[in-house]
């Protein structure tokens, strides 16, 4: 048999791993086809809303319902009298604290669920909000931690004993009754012992403000309770179903297997829906009692101020070197707002997620981080927008300090970094904090990233126009701001990772169709990420059948395989290798398929491509698309009918993603307005499965780093109250504010990946926070400037400019 | 937040005075009030439907006269809440002074806002608040003004 197409069109039929296949997915997006929850009616379908409380903290002497139950169309209004009998009116949270689902008593942040009110239609419900009468007593309000750790008002009295003692949190010892946790890493004396020694010393303490992934979709549900069958079906924006099902069965007492959770199409994630939401509660036992389907949306204002918020750290740092530049200890406390209930999402044994990767991408012999969580009168969250948990924290405490340090030495900071780099030859590299980074190599990306920029001349153009500047010629100044980052990502090996003892491994399942195309599902839930596009691309390079003939599915509990959903970057390190897992499975069998079909040993075909060829006689062949319908309609010795498999994933390590990143902006130092002439990112994420959803990927990450470190927070007044509830006050890039990028790469696989792939949904956030905050600081350091908090809105840089002295 | 202003009212001080005190009047000159209702001599009750940017709603709250100041000064504060709208605390500081036939009014106001009022509202809270307290002493003298001419 002869082929009348060459091996390299055979590989670009494909679309396999390194083809920029364009995304599936955008077909309905683009063209309004989209299916998200909000899209979901069903007949009979009642819906909630929420009534919220507009106090931050307040005790509730009463509700009144009778005038909400009169509105013709209100079927049921619950609070948590309603809930108590069913164990229902709190919850755990993922950090291993509990929160109430409706208040309970007292409220302990603006915007708290208060009663549930269930009507006709989102209108009916919105005015029966409006008509239910709380009577609140106010109390002392605390939104400062620092504060809260001081003051005798009690937020949380579930966790103080009725001798006043105060019993151990999840993650053991609490010095006070608003305080939730300690977590220590690394050896502090050791590391006091180093800095107090040290030729040079710098300190500082930063605050990353607290703000909120705000996803394009609010978070909502639809539950309907099949009372005939005993079936719960809920749609929900849910980045971890499998995980929802399993914490609602354990709640609702109903059977894992009488409960189906699906997440449709979601519009974003970034973290904001991974928790539990007291929404999805209420909506289940709303349907339970009504016997039918009750769907809950939020609206933008709920999303801003209810919803998990992402930051809130007071970080404290010391970090010590000798005169050279080369440095010997970091010293790190964080101070970490946590709100009312500690609802972070994070691994259970990481109270403060990730944050002891806060030692960077520097080879720093000894270091320790204290993290003390501390509730107030806030939101509960703490999630990581785009982000592995808690990472963004990390980098840019490490990368400010490293400026910093810079400012200390009087040095320049890409040299202080070369300096400190974690070498190529050192990986794997175990930091001071404990983990072990797989592969690396730093120097080479950072040369490169330099070069790409003409870094020399950037700094001879800016020293010129501080000379402008001062001479009077110019009002504008200019920054370049430097970083590279490390990013921690694929949580994770379950001997470490889990979330409420749910170990992080991840599945995928195959099928192979008779005709040569398949279905594989996977744990995961893409919510933009393009799952269905790169995923069929991992499968088509490692079972040698077109991505386009292979549908990736996700999300339905039902028939997608257990695991644990997609945030932390973890899709692709975790559930792509499984896919790559159970490819090869499939590729196995389909090995002694085609070594019966050809009449040869198994051990005398070999893989090409998409066929197996007997070795040495390419000529002599079976198509994968042969073999498969072999594999079903053809009986063979020894072998069952059929070709499908399954690999569940526990990934021996994490993923070390890694990048440099430059900024160039000139500021205009009389209005404040910060213009980005130039920003390069080079990523490196291992082996790339699709360059352009790469490329996607991290344009989308740097603007919503923009995002953050010029603008976007989440701001609370004294009274706690929201001060940034809507679009009009909390900042959301437009292509207006977006400056264009450019992107470039390095590739180092990791080592322990089966494709040596990383992920990089989430580093172009974690890198690009610090670049674009350190090219604001850069372009003030010449006139004095060492450190000024994100994020950096107009007014606040003008309030540099003018601390400084700039404005005459 | 806070305001300020003064007005001169084309009425002599102690028909100002107790102007300021008729709960008829000040129903008629409240922008948006519906009830008003006098409690004893120094406790008054009052229902207002108030609109600040895309925020409406009905407010009830009672407001205390701290009269011993008079005739030519006088305080108050009260305090109002508008359910999922909002609440607001606060109080004023009025001065009187005689110019003749007509009175200079002199307003010194101070507010808490909390709620939705206090997100949705924050940028307009004190200009609404400026145009209400503005019309509120435009409807008074217009009242007070209407009734020299009657």
């Given amino acids: 048999m002869k082929d009348d197409i060459t091996r390299e069109e055979r590989v670009a039929g494909l679309k396999g791993m ?183 010393v710098a300190t500082e303490e930063m605050y990353y403000h607290r703000t909120h992934p705000c996803p394009l979709e609010t978070c909502g549900s639809v539950a309907s309770m099949d009372k005939v069958n005993g079936k719960l079906t809920l749609w929900g924006t849910f980045q971890a179903p499998h995980v929802v099902r399993t914490v609602a069965s354990i709640l609702s007492g109903i059977e894992e297997h009488n409960i189906r959770v699906v997440s449709p199409d979601i519009g974003g994630g970034f973290g904001n829906k991974v928790g539990v939401y007291p929404g999805y509660v209420c909506s289940i036992v709303a349907s339970i009692v009504t016997g039918v389907p009750v769907k809950w949306v939020e609206d933008r204002m709920e999303n801003l101020m209810s919803t998990a918020f992402a930051r809130d750290y007071w970080m404290k740092g010391k970090i010590s070197a000798t005169k050279e530049g080369k440095i010997t200890g970091l010293h790190c406390h964080v101070t970490a707002d946590h709100g009312a209930f500690d609802a972070c999402a994070d691994p259970t044994k990481f109270p403060a997620g990730f944050m002891n990767i806060c030692t960077g991408s520097y080879d720093i012999p000894v270091a320790y981080l204290g993290v003390d969580g501390v509730y107030t009168n806030k939101a509960p969250g703490g999630v990581s927008y785009r982000c592995s948990f808690r990472v963004t924290e990390a980098v840019y405490f490490i990368e400010r300090m490293i400026e910093v340090l810079a400012i200390e030495l009087n040095m320049d900071p890409a040299k202080l970094r070369s300096i400190n780099f974690i070498k190529k030859e050192q990986f794997p590299y175990t930091a001071a904090l404990g983990w072990e980074y797989d592969s690396g190599d730093y120097q080479t990306a950072w040369d490169k990233a330099l070069a790409a920029v003409d870094y020399t001349g950037l700094r001879a153009e800016q020293a010129q126009r501080v000379e402008d500047f001062k001479a009077g010629k110019t009002r504008k100044v200019m920054g370049i701001g430097l970083s590279f980052f490390t990013e921690i990502v694929g949580a994770g090996p379950v001997k470490n990772c889990d979330i409420l003892g749910m170990g992080m491994f991840d599945s995928c399942e195959i099928r192979i169709h008779p005709t040569g195309s398949a279905v594989a599902r996977l744990g995961t839930i893409s919510q933009g990420q393009g799952h269905a596009t790169t995923f069929a691309q991992i499968l088509a390079t490692e079972i040698g059948l077109p991505a386009d003939s292979i549908t990736i599915e996700e999300g339905d509990t039902d028939t ?48 090409d491509v998409d066929r197996f060829v007997v070795k040495g006689a390419p000529e002599r062949f079976k198509t994968m698309k042969d073999i498969a319908y072999a594999a079903y309609h053809q009986a063979i010795p020894g072998l069952e009918p059929g070709l499908e498999a399954v690999s569940y994933y526990d990934p021996p390590n994490m993923t070390y993603p890694f990048g440099a990143y430059v900024c160039v902006m000139d500021i205009d130092v009389d209005t404040g307005v910060p213009e980005i002439r130039r920003f390069y990112a080079l990523d490196d994420c291992g082996t790339r499965i699709n360059p352009m959803v790469i490329e996607g990927q991290i344009h989308g990450g740097l603007t919503e780093a923009l995002a953050v470190a010029l603008g976007q927070e989440i701001a609370y007044d004294d009274m706690g109250n929201v001060k940034t509830g809507t679009l009009m006050d909390f900042f959301l890039p437009t292509a207006w504010e977006v400056p264009n990028y450019e992107t470039d790469f390095t590739v180092t696989p990791s080592p322990h990946h089966p494709i040596g792939a990383k992920g990089v949904g989430e580093s172009p956030h974690v890198g690009g926070v610090p670049c674009f905050s350190n090219a604001v600081q850069d372009a003030f350091r010449p006139f004095g400037n060492r450190h000024t908090n994100m994020p950096h809105d107009h007014w606040r840089i003008w309030q540099t400019a003018n601390s400084l002295g700039m404005h005459g | ?128 608040s400026k145009k209400l307290a503005a019309k509120f002493f435009q409807s008074f003298a217009e009242a007070l003004d209407a009734e020299k001419v009657g």
């Avoid at chain 1, 005798?152 to 010892?173: F, T």
């Avoid at chain 1, 395989?561 to 559930?575: H, I, K, Q």
């Avoid at chain 1, 070594?595 to 198994?602: Q, R, S, T």
């Fill in chain 1, 560 to 607: 997608a395989p257990y695991g644990l959903g997609t945030y932390g970057s973890r899709s692709t390190p975790v559930a792509g290798a499984a896919t790559a897992m159970a490819g090869r499975k499939i590729r196995a069998k389909a090995q002694m398929i085609a070594a019966y079909l050809l009449e040869v040993h198994d051990d005398d075909v070999e893989f």
């Fill in chain 1, 18 to 200: 390194g083809c920029s296949r364009k995304r599936v997915e955008d077909a309905r997006f683009t063209q309004g086809k989209g299916n998200y929850v909000d899209d979901i009616k069903l007949p009979g379908m009642l819906h909630g809303d929420f009534v919220r409380s507009p106090y931050a903290h307040a005790r509730i002497k009463s509700i009144n319902i009778d005038a909400a139950m009169a509105l013709p169309g209100v079927v049921a209004v619950l609070t948590a009298k309603d809930l108590e009998p069913l164990g229902l009116h709190w919850m755990p949270t993922l950090a291993g604290d509990k929160q109430m689902v409706l208040a309970d008593g007292k409220v302990l942040f603006q915007g708290q669920e208060v009663a549930f009110v269930v009507a006709s239609d989102r209108y009916v419900a919105a005015d029966a909000v409006e008509l239910v009468e709380v009577d609140y007593e106010e109390l002392e309000v605390l939104v400062d931690p620092f504060k809260s750790l001081q003051s005798d008002v009690v937020l949380r009295e579930d966790l103080v004993a009725e001798d006043g003692s105060i019993p151990n949190g999840a993650h053991g010892p609490r010095k006070h009754p608003n305080h939730i946790f300690t977590w220590e890493v690394g050896e502090e004396e050791a590391t006091n012992q180093v800095i107090d020694n040290a030729e040079v």
């Fill in chain 2, 1 to 128: 937040m806070e305001l300020n202003d003064q007005i001169t009212i084309n009425a002599p001080m102690a028909r100002v005075y107790a102007a300021l005190n008729d709960p008829e009047i000040l129903r008629h000159c409240i922008p948006g009030c519906e009830e008003l209702t006098q409690l004893s001599d120094t406790e008054l009750q009052a229902k207002i439907l108030l609109k600040v940017g895309p925020v409406k709603a009905r407010f009830s709250g009672d407001v205390q006269l701290d009269k011993s100041g008079a005739p030519d000064a006088f305080s108050l504060t009260g305090q109002g809440n508008g359910g999922v709208a909002g609440h607001a605390t606060g109080g004023a500081d009025v001065t009187l002074i005689a110019d003749g036939e007509t009175t200079i009014l002199t307003y010194d106001a101070k507010a808490k806002i909390g709620g939705k009022l206090a997100q949705l509202g924050s940028r307009l809270i004190q200009s609404t």
